[in-house]
């Protein structure tokens, strides 16, 4: 999956977006979006001092810091997530999946 992903990112871009998630970081709204604790991709309870702030787009494709594209994720999904969007993961699982599924003994290739 790493082969069509173009990292450029702008580093003007990427220096505003970050100060602005200092600052969001400061509201209410997120503590709020902090209180259970609760990662919002695995959904596991690891504490409020255990989450981060995740951009779903992220800033070095051109994600914004906005209430709207952070979420609270725990340590390793934010690892696991890096600069890919969901949808790209679960793409990524798929396809992990159809490739070990057709390496079973039993099954037909595509096309027979």
């Known amino acids: 999956m790493n082969d069509w992903i173009d990292l450029r990112p702008d580093p003007a871009h990427v220096a505003r977006e970050r100060e ?3 600052q969001l970081r400061q509201t209410e709204w997120w503590r709020q ?10 959904g596991r309870k690891v504490g409020e001092a ?9 800033v070095a494709r051109g994600g914004r810091s906005v209430r709207s594209n952070v979420v609270p994720a725990c340590d390793a999904c934010n690892k696991k997530k890096r600069f890919y969007t969901p949808a790209e993961l679960i793409l990524a699982e798929l396809e992990k999946e159809q490739e070990q599924q057709a ?3 039993g099954d037909p290739p595509c096309g027979d």
Do not use: E, S
């Open 20 to 22: 602005k998630a200092r």
């Open 50 to 58: 255990n989450l981060t702030m995740d951009h779903v787009i992220p």
């Open 33 to 42: 979006q902090l209180r259970n604790g609760v990662c919002h991709y695995c």
């Open 103 to 105: 390496g079973q003994p």
